[in-house]
């Protein structure tokens, strides 16, 4: 356990560095991105004459230096951006530590017969640049950083400027356990005080070949209107149906520990549900009994009222909430309660259902049968294709409402994390490409194909 009083001093060791104090210099940071720009460059050109093999030292120390430093990572994480939960957090940083692929995720593949052999590999793009949200600042960072440089690629990061400092603080970690895994000086780089002029400028140097964006639809449609390759990774509204063949009481549990996991933050968490009728009332029975608290009648609009803001008939965010703890909200209308999350009924076109909100909030609607519940899930996702969910035995709904939602992420009876591998088969990852399509991105998805041939040659039959 680190104790708080630790955690204290980290923080204020980075702001005094951040304020131009005499505090050591994070690893990685720059005052400028032409500065950062030109450290990547060189650093890229240094690890293109390092093995695999000594890759992959590094992709394990970085696992070890984030083991060891999850929960200072999930403290810095919550304490900066006011959002999330400090014991969700350390489970998403060791589940990056332990389940993000390294170099083994590279596989060749070849082609032999009479005219020779042909290998197929998978080759860094170069240096890439990275987007990252205020949702999982430092789990982005790191987990980028494991897969691009497992890929053989440097990184230049723009993290978000309202988590600049647990994003920095990643990129500091990641240096020096590259560092002592032997590795290169400044592989990752990010700058002090990330603004969008210093987005524009990493976007457009031509030192970056390839850019990859983590957060909603503004930033994936910069990037894609960047003119490089580029990987998009943008919002969801993930539903989650359950119908009246399951286990309604391990539905409700695993419905609130996804939906209140890390209050919420994460793309893929349980945003709106869809529950068979005649089993509603025993879902809501549960999830009460699990850790949930029912708003009902006024106090749905009262709470309506905080979280989001209205405009011209349209409901946004309020961004002041968001990742918020169940409790504090129940304060602000009048309740003493602290549950992991709260839920209420409402209708199908309520902007609880509607919109992503990242709050610890779950509309539940009722529907007549599966017909309808695909109907208005497939809706409410809104075409991000990003995630969906079902409790269901019934193979024929579970089949058609994944063949109906097209979603990258997809999880039967379980909670929503099980789609990155807690609880769940599969490695993990916290940036998920629905819009371009790369899906689950990993080590895989920083390279590019090269094909190598020989003629009439090698091949030994
Ligand atoms: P955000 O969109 O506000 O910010 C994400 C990043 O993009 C930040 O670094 C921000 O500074 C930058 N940015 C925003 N608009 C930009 C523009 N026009 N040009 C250049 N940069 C721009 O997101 P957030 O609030 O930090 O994160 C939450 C959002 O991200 C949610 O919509 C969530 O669903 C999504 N998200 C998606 C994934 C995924 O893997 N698909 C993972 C985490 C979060």
Redesign the pocket.
């Known amino acids: 356990m680190v104790d708080e009083r630790y955690v204290q001093e980290i923080v204020a060791s980075v702001v005094k560095s951040m304020a131009g104090g005499t505090e050591k210099k994070q690893k990685g940071v720059f005052t400028s991105m032409t500065e950062a720009l030109a450290a990547v460059d060189k650093a890229y050109k240094e690890l293109k004459n390092y093995t695999v093999e000594q890759r992959e030292k590094m992709i394990s120390k970085i696992r070890e230096y984030t083991l060891n430093e999850a929960e200072n990572l999930a403290k810095l994480g919550v304490e900066e951006t006011g959002m999330g939960r400090v014991t969700d957090k350390i489970i998403k940083h060791q589940l990056v530590a332990n389940k993000t692929p390294g170099t083994e995720d590279l596989k060749p593949s070849v082609y032999t017969g009479d005219r020779g052999m042909t290998v197929i590999e998978m080759a860094p793009y170069g240096v890439i640049g990275s987007?990252?949200?205020?949702?999982?600042p430092s789990e982005?960072v790191i987990c980028n950083s494991m897969g691009m440089i497992a890929g053989g690629n440097g990184v230049v990061f723009?993290?978000?400027?309202?988590?600049k400092r647990t994003a920095n603080y990643a990129v500091d970690l990641v240096n020096r356990a590259v560092l002592e895994a032997g590795g290169p000086e400044n592989i990752v780089v990010s700058v002090e005080n990330?603004t969008?002029e210093s987005?524009d400028e990493m976007m457009a140097s031509p030192i970056v070949r390839m850019l990859v964006?983590?957060?909603?639809?503004?930033?994936v449609?910069?990037?894609l209107s960047s003119g490089k390759k580029a990987i998009g990774?943008?919002?969801?509204n993930p539903p989650v149906i359950v119908d009246d063949t399951v286990d309604v009481e391990k539905a409700a549990k695993d419905i609130v520990a996804g939906s209140s996991f890390d209050n919420n933050l994460?793309?893929i968490a349980e945003k709106e549900c869809f529950a068979f009728e005649n089993i509603a009332d025993d879902l809501i029975k549960y999830m009460t009994e699990n850790g949930a608290y029912l708003l009902k009648g006024e106090q749905v609009e009262q709470l309506k009222k905080v979280c989001l803001v209205e405009k011209d008939g349209k409901y946004g965010i309020n961004k002041k909430w968001?990742g918020k703890d169940a409790g504090k909200f129940l304060k602000e209308i009048g309740i003493d309660a602290d549950p992991r999350l709260i839920i209420c009924e409402t209708e199908e076109m309520h902007p609880f259902v509607q919109v992503?909100m990242?709050m610890p909030i779950l509309a539940i609607v009722r529907v007549k049968n599966i017909d309808e519940a695909i109907e208005m899930a497939v809706k409410a996702e809104h075409g991000c294709r990003?995630s969906a969910h079902i409790h269901s035995k019934n193979v024929d709904h579970l089949t058609k409402f994944a063949r109906a939602v097209e979603t990258t992420i997809f999880v039967k009876n379980a909670p929503s994390y099980a789609g990155i591998g807690a609880g769940g088969e599969g490695y993990t990852?916290?940036?998920?490409?629905?819009p371009t399509g790369e899906g689950l991105t990993a080590a895989h998805s920083f390279t590019r194909s090269r094909r190598c041939v020989l003629v009439d040659g090698l091949h030994i039959v």
Not at 131 to 136: H, R, V, Y
Not at 213 to 219: I, L, M, R, Y
Not at 233 to 236: E, F, N, S, Y
Not at 429 to 434: D, L, M, Q, V
């Open positions: 987007i990252t949200p205020s949702t999982n982005t723009n993290p978000h400027p309202n988590a990330p969008k987005s964006a983590t957060g909603g639809p503004g930033v449609k910069a990037l990774a943008g919002a969801g994460p793309c968001v992503e990242m990003h990852t916290f940036t998920i490409a629905g």
